[in-house]
Structure formats: structure tokens, C-alpha cells
């Protein structure tokens, strides 16, 4: 298993997440999207996984309404997100192709 927690300090769920790997003693690599973005092609490993890019996106993000995120095409939103860090949904936790958004343990069970 080779986990990356993409996430936020300050996140609670990003921070609950490590910690449930850390209990299963399970090492990861944890990225603070606030020091350092994604690249685009961890970007697109994750987009395999969703429904589409506005599930990456947190609309409740302090730089959601400054970045002007909602108004843009999708090829512009890609670029928003890999500017910014701090617009993502966290936690991201990648597992090779896999991938999840958010707190999702009945997920990440399956990967163990």
C-alpha cells in the first residue's frame, strides 16, 4: 500500500484521516496542500476516481468566493485548484490509482 494524504493542518477530517492510518499502522505520506499543490497528474489519478471536479472543490473554502472558482470553464477550474491548495475538499488520500475525497473509511478499509 502506498498512501498519500493530500490535506490541510488546519483540516479536521485530514487530520482524523491520519490518524486512521497511524492506528493501523499504516505509513503514508501526508502533502499540506497549503505548502504545496497538486500536480496534474495526481490531479487526474484522482479525477478517475470521482463523479466530477466540483467534488473536489470546497465551496466552504475561505479562497472559494475570492478565487471567482464557480464562474469559470473547467480547464480554467483545474487550473484554480492547482494554484491554490486551499480550495480543495480535504482529505484526498490516494492509494496508487485509487482515491477518495474526504473522510472515507468504509473505503479504505477494502484497500487494507
Same mark, same amino acid.
Given at each position: 500500500?502506498?498512501?498519500?494524504?493530500?490535506?490541510?493542518?488546519?483540516?479536521?477530517?485530514?487530520?482524523?484521516?491520519?490518524? &486512521?492510518? /497511524?492506528?493501523?499502522?499504516?505509513?503514508? !505520506?501526508?502533502?499540506?496542500?497549503?505548502? +504545496?499543490?497538486?500536480?496534474? *497528474? @495526481? =490531479?487526474?489519478?484522482?479525477?478517475?476516481?470521482?463523479?466530477?471536479?466540483?467534488?473536489?472543490?470546497?465551496?466552504?473554502?475561505?479562497? &472559494?468566493? /475570492?478565487?471567482?472558482?464557480?464562474?469559470? !470553464?473547467?480547464?480554467?477550474?483545474?487550473? +484554480?485548484?492547482?494554484?491554490? *491548495? @486551499? =480550495?480543495?475538499?480535504?482529505?484526498?488520500?490516494?492509494?496508487?490509482?485509487?482515491?477518495?475525497?474526504?473522510?472515507?473509511?468504509?473505503?479504505?478499509?477494502?484497500?487494507?
Amino acid at each position: 500500500m502506498n498512501i498519500q494524504i493530500f490535506g490541510l493542518n488546519k483540516c479536521f477530517d485530514t487530520k482524523k484521516a491520519q490518524r &486512521y492510518f /497511524k492506528e493501523r499502522n499504516i505509513k503514508f !505520506q501526508f502533502i499540506d496542500l497549503a505548502q +504545496k499543490s497538486m500536480s496534474k *497528474g @495526481e =490531479l487526474n489519478s484522482v479525477l478517475a476516481n470521482v463523479d466530477s471536479l466540483d467534488d473536489l472543490i470546497n465551496e466552504k473554502s475561505k479562497s &472559494y468566493e /475570492k478565487s471567482f472558482i464557480k464562474y469559470v !470553464q473547467y480547464e480554467a477550474k483545474i487550473e +484554480k485548484l492547482l494554484e491554490n *491548495g @486551499e =480550495l480543495f475538499r480535504t482529505p484526498i488520500v490516494r492509494n496508487g490509482k485509487l482515491s477518495t475525497v474526504g473522510y472515507c473509511p468504509e473505503i479504505w478499509k477494502t484497500w487494507e
